[in-house]
DNA sequence: ATGAAAGCGCTAACAG
DNA sequence: CTGTTAGCGCTTTCAT
């Protein structure tokens, strides 16, 4: 059996197609007995309106797409949860894709968005990303897109960001008031908007207390866990030992608790560790994590919000906004 | 500015609409030279093909449904990360929903997934979910339906699972043979069907071992962690205290952890824990968590696979297949 | 209040 | 090898 059509309805009822289409689109030139046919009809058979028919008559679709590196990591999973449910109660639908941290795969994965005619784009770009002229393609196609966490400065458009400076100074600040001196950071790579962002707030903390800045001290890589390990034996190579590392998010924090765990350092004694993001494990490893909190869902949300006010208002008045969510510092023990 | 239709391309190159068509599908029926030409404009004015169109005329999409109880969720988010490569790979989009674990939710997702006119659908069913009727319309329409973890036995599909019983099983007499005596279940709704079978491997393990079952120490809630947390403030009131807990999966798991954290009681010494899952975050918790391991990166990719051979074959040879993976009690120091 | 007809972008049968 | 045409399911103008 294939899915019932209005036609399906008409014909039960000797009706025309369009008196069925504007029954179930409820128009009020519609007789009110008439339109009861048809809704009971529609129900009897479980009529579903094709929305492929629908999308391309009317120009435009439901759908939203979503593209994130990983799935997997906490912190897009949680974001995409809040997408779904502002996209759930717009009746919107979310068509999900990662680019597993490659552009090549992120480059693809806007296109097939493109081509299901997404009627926004909710993106955070993959570690590997420096170009980004497969958005401004679907841009000039009207196509709003949104960026989250991970932006760039290359493109105008709406973003969804946290306070990453701040967030970043006031955890190196209070590493320094609490004592430490030999501070080091974890980064990701250079050329992303969050790494840059931290470090910068980071560099200031030190700056502003007087301490000197070691670029021994700095270690770029991923984001990733497995970098966070990795990161933490460099570290540990360094002529100067850290007494106290800041780990660009929460992945990479693991990754150096993991790595000292390793080497049997002791959390914080011999080096404390700070993190960002507020992952849910943070709070139940031990020592927990102290970490700037992020709040992910909710960054879901207004980058969904966003993104529906862009489409619903057409490109009449765009005007792209930066939307900074705050960050809180949460200590734990780990410092 | 708005899509690039295959009529811009014909109408450039003064050529048919099915000429370029074809060119664009690669048809044997056209000359190279202006088959190059198509593509070359094509790249040149960022052709996407319009999916709805396409979905429309072939009555077919690329397009694979899915709706997990809680995208949150580590083993969602993983099997949804399976799904997605798999899918990737075949060229197939995802559109994902979650339930919220709510009946009625799960109902309305599985109708825009109809509406959307999804080529195949994967389902882990939400724990308030008794009824598969709005499955079964899906099913009726020759909509291929895969569901794996929380799968449902009112209804003939394919389902991608692991081996519930024996991992309960093993996971169980392990605690047995290691001494333990009183050991509590806490599971999630009676009538999902991983509840059932681990709680039958538990009280197979029993009985083998010729333990008493003692059903104050089997406490339903659901499959979060504050469902855990309740479960354990309930089994430490019960008369006979437990001396080792099993879970029915890794969230519980780590609410009983918060649960006995807060009590001061120890793992394992004052009680064991013993979860289901493998969650990355049992084995960075301390005690690390004895768990049962269930592949959910593998999972999503095996439903995917099972979802899209159905697809393609169309439903001339339905044949509903359960896969069962194998698990595998990871031992820590929980136990 | 209802119907007839055109068209959204694409494919495929048919004709040449 | 190329073009013409009908039609997928739906909405919307224009008649009536």
Known sequence: MSHATIKDIARRLNISLST?????????DVNEKTKGKVLSIAREINYFPNSLAKGLKNQKTNTIGVIVPEIEHHFFS???SGIESVAYNADFTILVCQSNESYEREV????ALASNRVAGLLVSISQATKDVEHFKILQKRDIPIVFFDRVSNDIQASKVIVDDYDGAYN???????????????ISGPEYISISRLR???YRDALLKNNLPINDDLIVHGGFSEKDGIKAVYTLLQQKIRPDAIF???????IGAFIGLREKN????????????????VSSLIDP?????????????KTAAELVLEQINNGDSDFNPQTKTLKTKLIIRNST
Do not use: C, F, W
Not at 108 to 111: A, K, P, R
Not at 171 to 185: H, M, P, Q, S
Not at 265 to 280: F, H, K, Q, T, W
């Open 199 to 201: 470090e910068k707030g």
């Open 265 to 280: 350092i002791r959390i914080p004694e011999d080096i404390a560790l700070v993190g960002y993001s507020n992952n849910p």
């Open 171 to 185: 955890a190196v600040n209070y590493l320094i008031e609490k004592g430490y001196k030999n501070i080091a950071y």
């Open 288 to 300: 927990q994590i102290t970490t700037v909190d992020q709040p992910a869902y909710e960054i879901g």
């Open 20 to 28: 069925v289409s504007r029954a179930l689109r409820n128009h009020p």
């Open 108 to 111: 693809i994965n806007t296109h």
């Open 247 to 253: 780990a660009v998010n929460d992945p990479v924090a």
């Open 78 to 80: 949680a974001v995409i």
